[in-house]
């Protein structure tokens, strides 16, 4: 499902270039769960940048299902993107539409009938257990809430590749938790899932394939 | 998709408010100019086609030639191309029109010793010479026959007549034109503004993947939308208007322009007002889609 050869980012800041990442190499499988983990700064969101293409690497090989990212021509990035989802620490809820209409919105932007989308969005709710929030608006939400709805997003168009990009790291234990297990259930229908987190003993108890990244560096993978 | 393309679009031109309302009124504002200055310059061309029509060359010959001699020299102006009629006039027709002219004075005319008038030849133009140029030319062939004396026919006043139609053409398209670009700028700070408000929808459409077609029509689409209806307000301006002008104005232009009736718009320059109005919006749209 991902794989990368040598890979490197280096980031210019003007004169000075910054080393994100340097090469990186490893494989995850089809339906994987893996774990990206390490302190902030260690490169796991430029990673995931480069995995959806939001970034292209300085050096090395991605291979994305089937993609060759770093080669893949603009045009093609959206094909790209809507073989994955992607959650973020940050959530990213449009504030002026509701639940419902948040998770509907990403169906509608990509064509789906009419017909099925109220019921997908409904079975994504579902999932993250919140039907009852339908019409709530963002801001209604609790932190812990509001990141299962960007869940819900994510895998309402059913992709083979779930990307969490530190989704746990505003909530308290407790709620982060949680999160994680719904991660473990949406992995456990098939798909592929890659998490980024900085909570090392959280990640822990997940008792996942573990990456450990230091410095733009791999420098640890447990399995 | 349609549907939702197109209520993304309307929902983005709601949420432009009042700038997508001055847009709006700049579109209707400069198509307005340009068909104000249409229909004027349509009525002064249909009086300029209308003059033509009637428009007659003479040709005075330097002596009376015998009926075989006028028939071989109607057959040469024929040939001079651009014609669509030739009457031969003779000395004696001259003087009996003369005659008629003078009315009552017509006792005036006998008392000349001899008749004066020169034998001449009426020729119609063709519809290949409607054009002031193709006239001055045919008068200039015309002319270097060895027979003439002189070619009567005067196409100046025509031609300064076409100028001034061509001028307020031009007049039109500048002052439409100017306010047009400043409806395109308009357009564009509408949906750049839009554009910002979008922003966050925006990032989450492409990190789903969704197709830049999508991303973009909505905003194309909200620009032709204030084009077609600044074209609809200026087409509906232009008909108030002429409504209410023309009782008032139809007595003035059929004593100086000798047209029976005022016309408006054909329905052809009608599609093109609502097609420009849709470009001038979707230009706008389009520039500012290259910001997304």
């Known amino acids: 499902m991902i794989e990368l050869h040598r890979v490197s980012k280096v980031f210019s800041v003007g004169p000075v270039k910054v080393p994100a990442l340097s090469d990186v190499s490893f494989r995850i499988g089809k339906g994987e769960f893996a774990v990206l983990c390490g302190p902030s700064g260690a490169g796991k969101t430029t990673l995931l940048r480069l995995l959806y293409r939001d970034e292209v690497p300085s050096g090395g090989r991605i291979d994305v299902a089937d993609y060759n990212v770093g080669a893949l021509p603009r045009s093609r990035v959206p094909e790209l993107r809507r073989a994955m989802g992607i959650v973020f620490q940050d959530v990213k809820l449009l504030p002026a539409r509701t639940v419902y209409e948040n998770i509907a919105f990403v169906l509608r932007v990509l064509g789906t009938p009419r017909a099925e989308i109220t019921p997908r969005a409904f079975a994504a709710l579902k999932a993250v257990g919140l039907s009852a929030r339908a019409q709530a608006y963002p801001a209604q939400l609790s932190q812990g809430e509001a990141q299962r709805v960007a869940l819900a997003r994510a895998i309402v168009k059913e992709p083979a590749l779930l990307l969490a990009d530190e989704p746990t790291g505003n909530l308290d234990e407790g709620i982060a938790s949680e999160l994680f297990d719904l991660l473990k259930d949406i992995w456990s229908r098939g798909t592929t899932v890659l998490l980024a987190t900085h909570q090392a003993a959280l990640a822990e108890r997940l008792n996942r394939r573990t990456l450990v990244f230091h410095g733009g560096r791999l420098v640890k993978d447990a399995r | 998709m349609l549907g939702f393309l197109c209520g993304e679009a309307l929902r983005d031109l709601v949420r432009a408010g009042w700038i997508a309302l001055s847009s709006v009124l700049l579109i209707a504002l400069s ?214 002008v023309r009782p008032r104005l139809e007595p003035l232009v059929t004593l100086t322009l000798g047209l029976p009736h005022t016309a408006f718009l054909s329905p052809t320059a009608v599609a093109t007002l609502l097609v420009s109005g849709a470009l001038l919006g979707g230009v706008g749209g389009w520039l500012a889609k290259g910001r997304a």
């Open chain 2, 31 to 244: 198509l307005l100019t340009l068909g104000g200055f249409w229909v004027f310059s349509t009525n002064l061309g249909g009086a300029v086609a209308r003059w033509r029509e009637q428009l007659r060359i003479i040709v005075y010959l330097k002596t009376e030639p015998s009926p075989a001699a006028a028939g071989a020299l109607g057959q040469r102006i024929r040939a001079a191309g651009d014609v669509a009629q030739v009457r031969y006039v003779s000395k004696a027709e001259a003087l009996q029109t003369l005659r008629r002219q003078l009315g009552a004075q017509a006792a005036v005319a006998d008392t000349l010793p001899q008749n004066p008038l020169p034998a001449s030849f009426e020729v119609t133009l063709a519809e290949t010479a409607s054009t002031p140029e193709a006239t001055r030319a045919l008068v200039e062939r015309l002319a270097a026959l060895p027979e003439v004396e002189e070619v009567q026919g005067g196409t100046e006043w025509m031609e300064r007549l076409t100028q001034l139609q061509r001028l307020l053409g031009l007049v039109g398209l500048g002052v439409g034109g100017v306010l047009g670009l400043a409806a395109i700028l308009t357009v564009t700070t509408a949906t750049t503004l839009v554009l910002h408000a979008r922003r966050e929808e925006l990032d989450i459409m492409r990190l789903v993947g969704a197709p830049e077609a999508v991303i973009r029509l909505p905003l194309l689409l909200q620009g032709i939308g204030q084009g077609l209806l600044g074209a609809l307000l200026a087409l509906l301006g232009l008909v108030g208007a002429y409504r209410l």
